[in-house]
T-cell receptor, first 112, second 116 residues
Framework: NAGVTQTPKFQVLKTGQSMTLQCAQD?????MSWYRQDPGMGLRLIHY???????DQGEVPNGYNVSRSTTEDFPLRLLSAAPSQTSVYFC???????????FGPGTRLTVT | GENVEQHPSTLSVQEGDSAVIKCTYS??????FPWYKQELGKRPQLIID?????GEKKDQRIAVTLNKTAKHFSLHITETQPEDSAVYFC???????????????FGTGTQLKVEL
């Protein structure tokens, strides 16, 4: 199993550009989530999904969109990048609400 | 929604001493409580978890205790070693009876430093 994979590992964007962070898992997990982590900060939930076709907002959803068309993939779209979105983004998945959540390796995004 | 508070934010101990990190949660329906360790520049990784049907769980030098009445849970690390230095996060999760489960709510993290 590859576990949770994320691409790209690093990305630099200019203000106003859009892009999609990719996330995939091969563990047949129903639950997937996106977090951002700013320097010295904790993990803040952006969006999450409890199954294909079902998504919901976390605590910091503004400026981000998600969709879940398959169990395996959960892409995160930045609509119009802003410097405040400079952060490390982690995708995560778990079987259900009482099992271990696995994190991807992260994407380091810089918006100039 | 669920709120998880974690203390202390930083903790410095001498090698060989014990370290204790405490978390409280707000929703009495929470029933799953994992602890994650994050080393610098790496992803968070699960080190131990506990479900609400038990009060304590131990794995070698690491233990977690849960007090459902008081709505708090703690991480205990004994005989600390330099490689235990990292950021530790607690979290809480709820299983709803209908509509599936929901999000995992994290505490703000504790920077543990084990000094030689």
């Amino acid at each position: 199993n590859a576990g949770v994979t994320q691409t790209p590992k690093f990305q630099v964007l200019k203000t106003g550009q859009s892009m999609t962070l990719q996330c995939a898992q091969d563990m047949n997990h129903e639950y997937m989530s996106w977090y951002r982590q700013d320097p010295g900060m904790g993990l803040r939930l952006i969006h999450y999904s409890v199954g294909a076709g079902i998504t919901d907002q976390g605590e910091v959803p503004n400026g981000y969109n998600v969709s879940r068309s398959t169990t395996e993939d959960f892409p995160l779209r930045l609509l119009s990048a802003a410097p405040s979105q400079t952060s490390v983004y982690f995708c995560a998945s778990r079987l259900d609400s009482t099992h271990e959540q696995y994190f991807g390796p992260g994407t380091r995004l810089t918006v100039t | 929604g669920e709120n998880v508070e974690q203390h202390p934010s930083t903790l410095s101990v001498q090698e060989g001493d014990s370290a204790v990190i405490k978390c409280t949660y707000s929703d009495s329906a929470s029933n799953y409580f994992p602890w994650y360790k994050q080393e610098l520049g790496k992803r968070p990784q699960l080190i131990i978890d506990i479900r609400s049907n038990v009060g304590e769980k131990k794995d070698q030098r690491i233990a977690v205790t849960l007090n459902k009445t008081a709505k708090h849970f703690s991480l205990h690390i004994t005989e600390t070693q330099p490689e235990d230095s990292a950021v530790y996060f607690c979290a809480a999760s709820i299983s709803y009876r209908t509509g599936g489960g929901n999000k995992l709510t994290f505490g703000t993290g504790t920077q543990l430093k084990v000094e030689l």
